[in-house]
């Protein structure tokens, strides 16, 4: 699978997850992805974007991209990256 012309491993739906939950499922995600991995967290727009990303880069992984579907939801595309 690809987004954006980026190779993706893994891919997470917390389209049907309210915050705080939303970064505690798209962790759990980010945990069983072996270094230098790449997962699509989709989410909302609204809250999950702003926050989930900032706490992805507060976890010191690495934002690729955020990719509006236009469909209300945002694909945010994340290298893991052993802390």
């Known amino acids: 699978m690809e987004i954006a012309g980026i190779a993706i491993d893994e891919t997470v739906d917390i389209t049907d997850k309210v915050c705080p939950l939303t970064f505690v499922k798209a962790k759990v995600a980010l945990e069983e992805l072996d270094d230098g991995e790449v997962i699509a967290i989709r989410m909302n727009d609204g809250e ?5 990303p900032r706490s992805v880069k507060e976890e010191g992984h690495q934002i690729l991209k955020l990719v509006d579907n236009e469909d209300g939801t945002y694909n945010l595309v994340v290298r893991k990256v052993e802390g």
């Open 48 to 52: 999950p974007v702003q926050n989930v």
